[in-house]
Each structure stands twice: as C-alpha cells, then as structure tokens.
C-alpha cells in the first residue's frame, strides 16, 4: 500500500495560501475534534497508519486515482463516526472504492483499526470538515453518498449548524451522478421535520418513497452505526430516507 501524506504533516507540506490547505475553507466547523484523550497506543496507530488511508486531496480532480483500483462507482460517506458503516460497506462492496470524512479524531482511530483488521483497499479517510472536500470533488462523480445520524444540534439557536441546509444540499446535487443516492437517516424528531422541509424545497433529488409513510424500517443493505443501535436501544423511532439524483 502506497503511503499518503497525514492531515497533521499535509498542513505542514502545503502552504497555508493553498487552495488545497484545509485551513482555506472559511466555514466554521462546529463539532468535536477531539474526545477523551488518546492513549499513546491510539496516538502510534494515527501517526502509523493515518497517512496511508488519508485520502490526497491534491487528487481530487481524479479522486480514482488514490485507489488501487480504477472502480466504476465512488462512494462517499459524511460525519462517519467510529467507521462501522463505512468499512462494512468497503467489505460487502469490493469493487466500489469508498471515502469516509470524519473530523473527529477518536472516531477515525476506530476506523481505522477496523481498516486495518479487515485489510481493506478500496477506503480512504478524510480526517477533516467534509465541506471543502465537497468543492473540491469533480460533478457527477459519487454514485452514493450516506449522511447517517448528523448531529442535531437540537437547541434552536444552533439549528443553522445543521448539515442539511440549502448550501450543502446544493453541493451534494453537484457531485452525486443522476440516477446515484443520497441516504439520509436520522433518530431526531425536530431534525427529521427539517429534513423533510428542506428535500421536499429540493428540486434535484427526488425520494424514493412516499412522504405520507416515512420508511422507518431498515433498509436492505443497512449496516447498524453506533448512533442508530444507541437510539433503537432506548426505544427511539429512527427513518431512514433515500433520495434519487435527478
Ligand atoms: C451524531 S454522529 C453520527 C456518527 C455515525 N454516522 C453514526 O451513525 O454512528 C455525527 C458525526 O458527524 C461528524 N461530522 C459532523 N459534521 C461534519 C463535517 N462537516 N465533516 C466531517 N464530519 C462531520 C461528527 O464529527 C460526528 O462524528
């Protein structure tokens, strides 16, 4: 496997008024780094193995090429968490090749455990906000996208944090392909109602089912995240809703 430059030692190679440097992107990111801290075994597995499944951003124009297949479909997960999703689906789908973004460190080193426990080649991490990533990936190139579980933000002040809002949606209606999918699935009654407002304003993705019965039943190919099995634990009702590129 070929080895990739680290977000942490990319930052220190680009120069900070590169497009490509993510401390370009002026959005503010609101969520958590960083968790508990590292134990210094966790630390060693970021540092060992983090470059090689960071996905080069300086490839994005072309984003095959930091696979080691040339696959029909590229897949890309949002706001991953611990990985379980992403890898399980790296697993069953060996042809597609998969990028997972998680800006959350303690999440990406159980990803990347799992990545290197299942010896999978078709996944890339981007340790980062996925947003710039978003601008930098050509049109029509992800076949499916999965946005599993988004953070709440539930009080009403921070509502405007929320993931789905018209801009990201307009960025993902760039890079998903017509006919590809957008998954969203979330355990928040008010999130849900936001949702559905804003994908029924949207007028590039269309659902694939009724908005009079919200599929609140698994999916075929589901893979259970850890956010999911902590809601259905506690008795919560969770959607899960997939979305045509049109
Ligand atoms: C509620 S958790 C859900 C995790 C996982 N999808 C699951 O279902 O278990 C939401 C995750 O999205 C990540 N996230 C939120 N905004 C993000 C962004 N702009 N770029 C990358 N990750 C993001 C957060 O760090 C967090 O780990």
Redesign the pocket.
Known sequence: MKELPCTKFEKKLLPSNSPDHPDSHTEK?Y??RMGRPLRPKTQELLERALPTYTFDVTLASDPHADFDQDAQELWLE?????GE?LCAQGARNPKVNLIG????MN?ISLMLRDLLDRDLENVRIWP????PLLDKLPQNSISRAFL????PWPKSRHNKRR?VNGKNLKRLARLVKPGGTLRIATDHGDYREWIIQRMKEDKKFKPLFSWDHLPTERPNDWVP????SKARAQGILCTYMDFERL
């Open positions: 990111f969520g958590r949002i706001g991953c968490g611990g999703h973004a998680e800006a959350f999440g980062e906000d996925v947003r599993l579980f988004p953070d993931f995240t850890r956010y999911e």
